[in-house]
């Protein structure tokens, strides 16, 4: 037999019992296992690496990958203070996810979402591609550089079934060059096309001239290899229209609209509005009164046609929902049977959708998060998968380019926002430490409860009790502080309220444990105490350096900068200060906590 330290690695990967299996069972092992796992095991061995790569297997697991809801929240300006893009993932257990999204910069904006790959729009000369699960990303040339009026949500990404390509789309607006850059205007007449793994972007005119203010307030939703969008049409129904654009032959369809119904409600709430939506890969129009003060706030009914077949141009109503919500976003609002809608508190809330008829009972949503200090309507959402596409065999093309040294986290106009962050850790691993110094002090008075056990006067049973009051409050070994920087939007909020509540439990503790202590040296040195109680009682609690450690971080403490608290909108002080000043004309075997 040979030895073990002798074997090659290439007889080590013989030798392993899964690279033994049949390829299918060794498939449907792989299956279950998630794309963090599956990541891990590309250094394995080759086998492996070659195995989770093939894109036959590539595709069989994104087929069984879970779906979340990615709620994407761009970056904006808050109470004078600019916050950057982040993202939050709700699971199927409609839990909001804890970390942030690394691929995703503080200046990029998305565009699409696709196969578990996010388009990603940046103000610089590049658009982004990037895996979530992996942290791979693409850097693509833009088809115009430097138009001023270009947004995200003129951009689009999709996938063809068929052909399996990628496809990222433009709406190129109409531009004038009377000024020293082009200027996108409010319509379009060419769409312009780049295929991942392309040499250059391709210009494809439309049938006809088309509104780009329309695209942008309705929506381009992706299903089955093609894109949509709705479109002004002055005859058809509504008086609107659908385009649909097929990333396989490139070319355009229009689609009716279902037949207009008398509306009651025009005259209370005045012309309809309409949304071009995805509900389970299907094409759905989203239209509801708005109020007059605001275009997409709903009110009224708000009705969900659905396009049952596309040759013959059938609809049908999906629902109808009284009393809707405030806000939808999009293109994808609808998760696992539940509607996702924001209301004016800043507020993202989920309700069942129960049947085709019925008026939301706004007691019985269920409350998801608080997206404070974003604000409202700015919030996508998506359907998100993790995936394991790879974006390396695109990373050749002639457009691909390296992005520029200081971007993202690494420019200077958030060097503030990653200081503030800076002194929050810092500020976190001071509790931390005053948390363990105070258990070594409650360890201590533990100790002294029971010899006041001994004592059966009536000072020293109301002693006791007021020990073992605060032996009722004693903490376990609190966590290990936590970067700030790891954490999305959401959970740094927590955290920060959560040191706040830590910080203002210490305060109370210590003014407790201060009036412990008076009350005990009083006691002791009365004449119903013996002396050696006295002595064992100062010997015990003077060991070590606990008072002047937590003296020293006191002050230190009381020096601390301002925090800022996202959600309360103001500037708190997180600080612990002394339970008392201590009389500095006290007996010197007094303790100090």
Known sequence: MVPEETKSKKQKNEDCIINCLPRDLMERLFLKLPVSTLVTCFIVCKHWYHFIRDPQFVTSHLQHAPRYALLFFPQELASGKLYPSDAILIDEAWSPSTYAVPVIGPDDFLFGSCNGLLGLYTKTSTIKIANLATGECLHLEKPVKNMRGDHFSFYNFGFHPVTE?????????????????????????????????????????????????????????????KMFWLTEHMTASWQHAVISFDLKEECFSMIQLPEEREDY????????????????????????????FDGRFLVGELQI???DNILEQRWSKKYSIQNPPNYIPGPHFVHKDRLMAQLTDCSVWSYELLCENFEINKSKMTKLLDFNPHKLRHMQSYIYMKSLVNLDAYKKAGIVRTPKQRAGWESKKWEAWEDELRKVEVMGSRVHKFEHDLLGMQEKIGKLYELLQQKRHDAAQRLRVEIKQVLQHKRDNPNQPRSLRRFNFLEQKREKENLMARSSRMMEMMKAMKQLHDK????????????????????????????????????????????????????????IEAASREDQADDEDDINI
């Open 520 to 575: 005990i040296h009083s006691l002791l040195r009365s004449p119903l105490s013996d002396q050696r109680s006295f002595m064992n009682y100062q010997e015990g609690l003077q060991s070590g350096s606990d008072g002047e450690a937590l003296r020293a971080g006191v002050a230190r403490l009381r020096q601390e900068a301002p925090i800022h608290n996202e959600s309360r909108g103001v500037t708190d002080t997180i600080r």
């Open 265 to 292: 409600a025009y005259i209370q709430y005045g012309p309809r509005e309409f949304w071009i939506r995805d509900i389970d890969d299907k094409i759905c129009i989203v239209t509801a009164q708005c109020a007059s």
């Open 165 to 225: 390509e990628y496809k990222i789309t433009h709406f190129l607006g109409d531009c004038t060059d009377t000024e020293a850059h082009p200027r996108n205007k409010h319509r379009f007449s060419v769409i312009q096309v780049y295929t991942l793994g392309d040499e250059k972007w391709r210009d494809v005119p439309t049938p006809e001239i088309l509104s780009l203010d329309i695209v942008r307030n309705s929506g381009v939703v992706n299903v089955d290899g």
């Open 305 to 307: 046609w659905t396009l």
